[in-house]
């Protein structure tokens, strides 16, 4: 079983900048696939930004330019660098891994307001 706790949501300004953690524990082999989503209530969630095993990353156009995914040395542990925020990235973040098959951290809340 792989377990994923995700972290550093809260409330921020337009413009203002967070970095949310997504740390995973478990039967994990390898290098895993790790990625970010988003939902607001009513719609579907959507992925914002993608680490593959080998290192490769890919966002969202709505978040390029401004949003980084990175690993740290612990490779099942990923982050989300979130600049230059504005309103509509307001949603609930959640993380997640690729393995035999996908798990989904709990979520975590990012509301851009002023």
């Known amino acids: 079983q792989v377990q994923l706790v995700e972290s550093g949501g809260g409330l921020v300004q337009p413009g203002g900048s967070l970095r949310l953690s997504c740390v995973a524990s478990?039967?994990?082999?390898?290098?895993?696939?790790m990625s970010w989503y988003r939902q607001v209530p009513g719609k579907e969630r959507e992925l914002v930004a993608i680490?593959?095993?080998?290192?490769?990353?890919n966002y969202a156009d709505s978040v390029k330019g401004r949003f980084t995914i990175s690993r740290a040395n612990a490779k099942t542990t990923v982050y989300l660098q979130m600049n230059s925020l504005k309103p509509e990235d307001t949603a609930v973040y959640y993380c997640?891994?690729?393995?035999?098959?996908?798990?989904w951290g709990q979520g975590t809340q990012v509301t851009v307001s002023s």
């Open positions: 997640k891994l690729l393995g035999w098959r996908a798990y």
């Open positions: 478990g039967s994990i082999v390898g290098i895993p696939t």
């Open positions: 680490v593959t095993g080998g290192g490769t990353t």
